[in-house]
């Protein structure tokens, strides 16, 4: 393979779930940096049609869809409506998700809370890689990014729903790359640390990321365009014989919120 084919998408279609702000947005801008259509897929169609918009005045190729990956019908409409777009689909970011991060205290969590993030970041996520996985297969190119977290291997305190449903999405990765390895098919997962979001922003005090910093030999917290680097490498034909892994992309550390 030449160098300049390692990291190049041309002709390539994502689907970029939760594609409108944040990790989300920088894998959006990422791959279609580097060639690939791009579906920025969100629940916030306006916030998806704002990147979607700043991808094509880069001169890239993008489209907004409106999406709720706990409804099936907005995910079999989300592959219906790429097919009907691009004519094919290539790599699937599963980016979306959610929870209650240091605010899960058994307590007070209900089961009908820890069943919605296992339906958020679990559930759509195996859901839309059976949907997209025959269309990988007959383009003949396929890649899947699951997007993990630093808490899937973690212990802290008020987040026992959001850390397993994490440990679940890598091990659910490495299985999938069984199942869909034969058709030539890549499953990998990013698991990010604690990136500058505005997630973050809403919980992180200054005692807080001091204490991050302290754990981080890199010393600075991640940026959205650290993750979207690590889902370029799953996605490029670089990692042509990379499937079943989790890359941690944590600055080398560890972050937890206490």
């Known amino acids: 393979m030449k160098p300049a084919e390692l990291f190049d998408l041309s002709g390539k279609v994502a689907i970029i779930t939760g594609g409108a702000n944040g990790i989300g947005r920088g894998c959006c801008t990422m791959l279609a940096a580097h060639g690939a259509s791009v579906v920025v897929a969100d629940l916030k169609l306006d916030d998806a049609e704002a990147t979607a918009e700043e991808i094509r005045h880069d001169g890239g190729k993008a489209v907004a869809m409106a999406c709720n990956v706990t409804q099936d019908d907005d995910l079999t409409g989300l ?15 599963n980016n979306v998700g959610g929870g209650g ?16 993030t296992f339906d958020l970041n679990v559930f759509s996520t195996w859901r839309l890689a059976q949907l997209c ?3 990988m297969a007959k383009a003949g190119y396929g890649s899947i990014i ?13 987040i026992s729903a959001y850390a397993s449903s994490k440990a679940a999405i890598n091990h659910m990765t490495a299985n999938l790359a069984f ?10 997962a990013v ?14 005090t200054p005692e807080i990321e001091a204490g991050m910093l302290a754990h981080t030999p890199l010393k600075r917290l991640g940026e959205a365009d650290d993750i979207a680097g690590a889902v370029l490498y799953f996605a490029a034909p670089v990692s042509c014989w990379v499937s ?5 992309v944590n600055g080398g550390g560890v972050q937890t919120l206490d």
């Open 79 to 93: 592959v219906n409506q790429t097919l009907a777009e691009f004519g094919q689909i290539n790599i699937l970011v």
């Open 101 to 116: 991060a240091g605010r899960e205290s058994p307590a007070t969590l209900t089961v009908e809370a820890f069943a919605r």
């Open 133 to 135: 996985a025959p269309h």
């Open 146 to 158: 699951n997007m993990s977290s630093m808490s899937s291997i973690n212990r802290s305190p008020a």
């Open 179 to 188: 199942d869909y390895g034969p058709a030539g098919i890549r499953v990998n």
């Open 191 to 204: 698991a990010p640390g604690a990136i500058r979001t505005d997630a973050l922003a809403s919980v992180l």
């Open 244 to 248: 079943g892994q989790t890359l941690f």
